[in-house]
Structure formats: C-alpha cells, structure tokens
C-alpha cells in the first residue's frame, strides 16, 4: 500500500479482555517496529521486527503483551487481559531494510482505551 | 544501549523568533539521526534526516547537522510561524535499523 494502515483506528475495551492490533506496512518494508505514546507523553519502543523474526523484544512492558509478524508483511500486537495503563495510542512504523538511510515511516496508530 | 536526550518543553516563541532545540545522542557504529514533527491531533511525521556525519539535513525552513565530535543533532529554524507549533521529537536509529529510539519530544508553542 502507499502508507502504513493501522487497524482498528479506535479501540475501546473492558478492562480483563484481550485485544489485538493491526499493522500492515508498506509493501517491501522488511523492518516493522512498535511503539506506545500515552497522553501527553513520548514514544515507548515496544518491538521491532526483522522479515518475521523479532531480534529486539525488550520493550514489551509485560507478558500480556505479544507481538508476530507474518509473510514478512502483517504484524498483529496482542495484550491479553487489559488493564486501564494499558490505554494509549499505539503506533506502527516500517521501512525497507538497511537501517535510517530511508526513513521511516508510522501510521495513524491505534488508540485503545481500557474502561 | 542507544539512547537521545532533548531539552525539556515547552517552549514558547513569537512569531518570526529564531528557534533552536538541542538533542544529543549515545550509540555505538554509525547511526542515523532523525526529527519526526506531531501536530495537534495528527500522526507523526518525518520532517529531517541525516545519515551520516557533517551531513545537515533540512525541510520546511528547518535545519540540523549531524556534529559526531559533539554527540548532536541540534533542531534550528530562523523565522518560526503560529503553524510550526507542535511536539518534536529527536530519534536515531542503529546502523542496520534496530534501536530505533526517540526522545522525550519538545512542544513549542509559537504565539502571534
């Protein structure tokens, strides 16, 4: 696609369920990452993908949070029984391979609120 | 691991102020330095990068250079206007794109 699509674009959800996010990146972008932004805050790296490996995971702030990424294109961000600080806006970005040299590039985010 | 320190907000200018944020970095190799601009309710924007040292770069009247004798990469722009007010934020990324790490981000307010 021409951008990064993130899905859904607002989540609302009570607090003990599960919910799963959706980012699907430019198309041939081998590197996707994951970030947090809570209000008013600043970007809390989360996960960073590889094609469909994950060699940096160290972000995730629990074991409720997971993260895979299929085909080398989709990733799916996963947090099992939410809690109310888990409410933010949940930000994709991707970029081909080979590190800074073109940018990255985020989609719109997620916002997920626990109630 | 690699890290970017930017100086605390918020600032606020007048229009036509000349603008400078600092933001400093701690990697190893040879990374990549970026400013990313947020805009009241919009997503994040790449708005300059440089990937190697001495290189500046520069978009919408914004200028920064990559000085690695100082660990820096210093936002500046000479005439700021009521439409740059937004939270920007400094990032680097590792050599082969991992540890791709932003600082804390700086509002800037710019009054009329």
């Known amino acids: 696609g021409a951008g990064v699509s993130q899905s859904p674009s607002n989540k609302v959800t009570e607090k003990g369920k599960d919910v799963e996010l959706r980012c699907d990146p430019i198309s041939g972008h081998t590197a996707l990452y994951w970030y947090r932004q809570s209000l008013g805050q600043g970007l809390e790296f989360l996960i960073y993908f590889q094609g469909n490996s994950a060699p940096d995971k160290s972000g995730l702030p629990s074991d409720r949070f997971s993260a895979e990424r299929t085909g080398g294109s989709v990733s799916t961000l996963t947090i099992q029984r939410t809690q109310q600080e888990d409410s933010a806006v949940y930000l994709c970005?991707?970029?081909?391979?080979?590190?800074?040299?073109?940018?990255?590039?985020f989609g719109s985010g997620t916002r997920l609120t626990v109630v | 691991g690699n890290s970017v320190t930017q100086m605390e907000g918020p600032v606020t200018l007048s229009e036509e102020a000349f603008l400078t944020i600092n933001c400093t970095y701690t990697?190893?190799?040879?990374?990549?330095l970026f400013w990313y601009v947020q805009y009241p309710g919009e997503g994040l924007q790449l708005l300059l990068k440089a990937t190697k040292a001495d290189d500046k770069g520069s978009n919408k009247g914004f200028e920064a250079t990559y000085r690695k004798e100082t660990t820096s990469f210093h936002l500046e722009k000479g005439s700021v206007q009521v439409s740059d007010s937004a939270v920007y934020f400094c990032a680097l990324s590792g050599q082969y794109g991992q540890n791709f790490v932003f600082g804390p981000g700086t509002r800037l307010s710019v009054l009329p």
């Open positions: 990697a190893t190799g040879y990374p990549s």
């Open positions: 970005a991707s970029t081909l391979s080979g590190g800074g040299y073109y940018g990255y590039t």
